[in-house]
Each structure stands twice: as C-alpha cells, then as structure tokens.
C-alpha cells in the first residue's frame, strides 16, 4: 500500500465540492493543510446554471468548482485526490487513517465530512430522462423542477423548494404542473409548492397519481379565486414534448388521454451515505443526515465534522459554502500552531 508523501496532515476532507472546497480555503488562510478526496461525482453534476449565489450568476456548478481549486492548488496547504475514501478509522487520540479505492493510506489530525447528498427519484417513467434533459441541458428548458431534501432509507419530506432557483425563467408560462408524489403527498407540501409554481404560470394543476384521499385534501384546501386544480390519473409516463410553449411536458395515463405542460415542479427526496461516518461512530438524525452542532458543524465524534448537504436541511451551494466556512473555523482552532 502507498501512504502519502507528507504523512500527516491536518485535515481530510471527504468530498470535494463546494461544502469541502470552502473548508479548505479556511483552513489555508490559517495556515493548516488538508487533503481533499474527490469522487468526481457532486449531485449537481449537470449543466445547469448557478442560481441564489452572488456574483455566480449564469455560471454552472463546475465553473466554480474548477476557480476553487486552482485557487487552492496554488496555495501550496491544499492536495487534491480524485478517488474516493473506501474505509476510514481512528488509529491514535490525534489520528485518522483513510484509505481509497487505490489502496492508498493517507493520514490526518482530523476529519471533515463533506460528501453531500444524492437525488432519489420518484418511480415514474421518464423522470429521470426529463430530469437530466429537460431541466438542465435543452435550451430553454422544458423542466421538471427538483429541489432537495434529506433523507435515510427510506427517504423522509423534502425541505427546500427550488422555484426559486429556477422559476423566473418561466415566468408567463401558460401552465405547469406539480407532482405531488413521494415526499410532495402531503396537502401542506404540494399546496405550498404548487403556489410557489403557480407565480410562474397562467394555470396549475396537482397531479396526486392515483392517490384519491390526498386528491380530496387538497382540492378541499385550494385557494379560492386561483386557476388551480387536480389531477387525481394514474401517470404512465412522462415524456419530452414539442418546443411550443404549453407542450414542454407531456404526461400520459394508464387509463389514456395525455395533458401537457409547459413545466412540471416536484421536490426529489435525497439520501445521505452515511457509511464512511458510520465507520467513526458519528450520530445520524431521524432524517438521516449527520449531526451537527452549530455554528461550527462539530459531531459528536471529537476531531470529526459534517459539512453541506449531509448535515442540513438547506441544501443550496450558498448554505454549503457557508458551513464549509464555519467547519473549517472549528477545525483550525482545535489544531496546533504551526511553527
């Protein structure tokens, strides 16, 4: 097995986008090194664009994490490892081994968990394709609109609405739809997205899939005086429609007939890996994410901390930056001088 060339650093960071990224700068400024393990694979890994970040506007997610790096590589503190960390222990009081899928031993003072979340789908056929063609590659783009959530198996409500990240493009629409399925089957979260979506386009209809009961809820808490209502078919699939306005989306019924839409709105639930965490003995909430305590995302695990979308609710590129930030304050104070 190889071990790196500086045996010891201060910190390994678990994950290398935005969360573990602003750790490091942090953790540079004060003069302490780490080692970033990147999988390469971050949940918004696809070309859309940076919404809600300052002086990011327009720019994807990979455009930031490319200048955060060759700022960090620069620094001469910060090592990048483009493999992921396979087993992870405590081998002393002040000491972490990792080792990735190279069979490589790195060694650290601490550990910063920075490994995100992944996106769940709901069973639906073509929400996966529409979710990756449709919403963030075509020009302008049909979407189905999936904000996240954190979740164990199974995945529990999804928490953060992204109409906001996506909505003001599709102001004036003729219509869309909301999937009110998996963590949205509940009256309070499917209302409260579909009035969300409903800013953006001239008419809403709530599609609760074959699930009468939640149908009759939430048609008997619809707004009166809004173009609002429901759609209680059971969807066979979704498809790509025509480039005309009101026919981005198409959804077809087990029972016949199709309806279109000019974008469809749904909240993905989200599943945090737990594993490597696991490993170290750190807590995990009921809603699956790691446990942290505030400002600092310390664990409850001494010399470990959790940062970005496996530890929040929260989980946008701003907040992850922020608590990168934080966790790396943390980190650096409970780290020797360097001489």
């Not at 960090?72 to 222990?89: A, I, N």
């Not at 969807?235 to 077809?252: H, M, N, T």
Request: charged letters at 20%; a neutral charge; aromatic letters at 8%.
């Amino acid at each position: 097995m190889a071990i790196s060339k500086d045996p010891v650093v201060d910190v390994l960071i678990i994950g290398g986008s935005h969360a573990g990224l602003s750790a490091a700068l942090t953790l540079y400024r004060a003069l302490h090194t780490s080692i970033i393990f990147d999988s390469k694979k971050p949940r918004n890994d696809y070309p859309t664009l940076v919404r809600l970040t300052p002086t990011w506007e327009n720019k994807t997610p990979e455009e930031m994490r490319e200048a955060s790096r060759k700022e960090l590589q620069s620094t001469g503190f910060t090592t990048f490892v483009d493999s992921e960390v396979t087993s992870l222990e405590r081998i002393q009081d002040e000491l972490f081994q990792a080792t990735d899928t190279n069979g490589a031993i790195w060694l650290g003072r601490k550990v910063l968990f920075a490994t995100g979340a992944q996106d769940v789908f709901p069973d639906i056929t073509g929400y996966a394709d529409l979710y990756a063609k449709s919403m963030y590659v075509n020009p302008p783009p049909p979407y189905l609109n999936f904000p996240s959530t954190t979740a164990k198996s199974p995945p529990n409500y999804p928490r953060y609405p992204c109409m906001f990240q996506f909505g003001y493009e599709h102001r004036g629409s003729p219509s869309a739809g909301l999937l009110a399925v998996d963590g949205l089957a509940h009256p309070m979260h499917a209302l409260a997205l579909a009035q969300d979506g409903h800013k953006f386009a001239q008419k809403m209809t709530i599609y609760t899939n074959a699930n009468p009961t939640l149908a009759a809820q939430i048609s008997a808490a619809l707004p009166p005086n809004q173009d609002m209502a429901v759609d209680d078919r059971k969807i066979k699939r979704l498809v790509q429609g025509s480039s005309a306005p009101a026919e981005r989306v198409v959804l077809e019924f087990e029972e016949g007939g199709v309806r279109a839409e000019t974008f469809l709105v749904h909240r993905a639930m989200t599943k945090v890996d737990t594993t490597l965490a696991e490993q170290l003995g750190v807590e995990v909430s009921a809603m699956g994410d790691l446990k942290v305590a505030p400002p600092f995302c310390k664990t409850n695990v001494a010399g470990v901390y959790a940062a970005g979308d496996n530890s929040t609710m929260m989980k946008t590129i701003a907040n992850a930056m922020t608590m990168g930030a934080y966790a790396g304050c943390g980190l650096a104070r409970e780290l020797p001088k360097r001489t």
